[in-house]
């Protein structure tokens, strides 16, 4: 039997001006060790499709599976700072039970 996963609420915490650190709770799944997932930024061909704004900043973003005590989570980070108040993210979750695809609105606080 399979063990679907989802993808849960995104956090920030950095702010207008900085890097992006941010992290999106991987759900219904009890470790990322077993799961082969990956995450990544959606292509540019997806972002069309799905009729969003592609903006350049998100080829700076890298995505990556960690393992917490509270269970796995997609870590975004990036070597640009957020220039913009906010950004759409298109995450893209892939395992072996399947590919998962969710948008954000990614919103900066000027602090």
């Known amino acids: 039997m ?3 996963q989802g993808l849960g609420r995104l956090t920030v915490h950095s702010a207008l001006g900085q890097p992006l650190r941010a992290e999106v709770a991987i759900v219904s799944m009890q470790s990322a060790k077993d799961g082969g997932l990956h995450g990544s930024i959606a292509t540019p061909d997806t972002y069309r499709e799905m009729g969003i704004a592609f903006d350049p900043v998100l080829f700076s973003i890298r995505v ?3 393992d917490r005590a509270g269970g796995p989570v997609l870590m975004l980070t990036s070597t640009r700072p957020m220039k913009e108040p906010f950004l759409e993210v298109v995450i893209v979750l892939q395992s072996a ?5 969710r948008n954000y609105t990614v919103l900066f606080d000027s602090r």
């Open 97 to 101: 039970s399947g590919r998962l695809i």
């Open 2 to 4: 399979a063990q679907a």
């Open 64 to 66: 990556a599976v960690e």
